[in-house]
């Protein structure tokens, strides 16, 4: 059974900093993309970042710059750092993988980005 558990959430100030990370168990993580989403309230889930088998990445714009995926395939774990934190990405961050047209989803952690 797939469990993702994310941390690493919190209060910050503008322009701070967090890595959020995210445990995998329950399938081979190696060989599997995962992705980082969040959700703001009263807002649909949208994707951040994300990071294939092979280390290829991706972000949204809104990201560019500021955020930066990355994976240890030794702790099955995905991480998300967070730089220059503004209150737009406050937000529940949530973890992702898709395997053979299943998602599966950790329960989330708060990022609050407010002075």
């Known amino acids: 059974q797939v469990h993702l558990v994310e941390s690493g959430g919190g209060l910050v100030q503008p322009g701070g900093s967090l890595r959020l990370s995210c445990t995998a168990s329950?399938?081979?993580?190696?060989?599997?993309?995962m992705t980082w989403y969040r959700q703001a309230p009263g807002k649909q889930r949208n994707l951040v970042a994300r990071?294939?088998?092979?280390?290829?990445?991706y972000y949204i714009d809104r990201v560019k710059g500021r955020f930066t995926i990355s994976r240890d395939n030794a702790e099955n774990t995905v991480y998300l750092q967070m730089n220059d934190l503004k209150p737009e990405d406050t937000a529940v961050y949530f973890c992702n993988v898709v395997q053979g047209g299943v998602s599966s989803w950790g329960q989330g952690t708060q990022v609050t980005v407010s002075s």
């Open positions: 329950g399938f081979e993580f190696r060989l599997y993309s």
């Open positions: 990071i294939t088998n092979d280390h290829s990445t």
